[in-house]
Nanobody, 124 residues
Framework: VQLQASGGGLVQAGGSLRLSCAASGGTFSGYSVGWFRQAPGKGREFVAAIKSHGGSTYYADSVKGRFAVSRDNGKDTVSLQMNSLRPEDTAVYYC??????????????????WGQGTQVTVSS
């Protein structure tokens, strides 16, 4: 399966963006989907994730209450709604999928397939 992330762009602080991750050549069904981000000069960090079964969601403390992850199984897409954006949210955002379980869903190791990333820039 290949992942395609889209929806990034330039937005002012306090604004919103909605990222989407679509699967091609396969399906998200049965897999957890995570969002990670990487700012210049920093490592890739966990942002949010949604489990395959039950749809449990997980968030980094830095985005709780501002970001929301959801999945549309009919369209085989996962979205990340980002509100109240801050300059520190500026990064390349990646979606990933894998057989992540509760203990690994917030870690890079929980995922085996990665999309190409989409740039999010928040101006102050």
């Amino acid at each position: 399966v290949q992942l395609q992330a889209s929806g990034g762009g330039l937005v002012q602080a306090g604004g919103s963006l909605r990222l989407s991750c679509a699967a091609s050549g396969g399906t998200f069904s049965g897999y957890s989907v995570g969002w990670f981000r990487q700012a210049p000069g920093k490592g890739r960090e966990f942002v949010a994730a949604i489990k395959s079964h039950g749809g449990s969601t997980y968030y980094a403390d830095s985005v709780k209450g501002r970001f929301a992850v959801s999945r549309d199984n009919g369209k085989d897409t996962v979205s990340l709604q980002m509100n109240s954006l801050r300059p520190e949210d500026t990064a390349v955002y990646y979606c990933a999928t894998g057989r992540a379980i509760t203990s690994t869903i917030t870690t890079l190791g929980g995922y085996t397939r990665w999309g190409q990333g989409t740039q999010v820039t928040v101006s102050s």
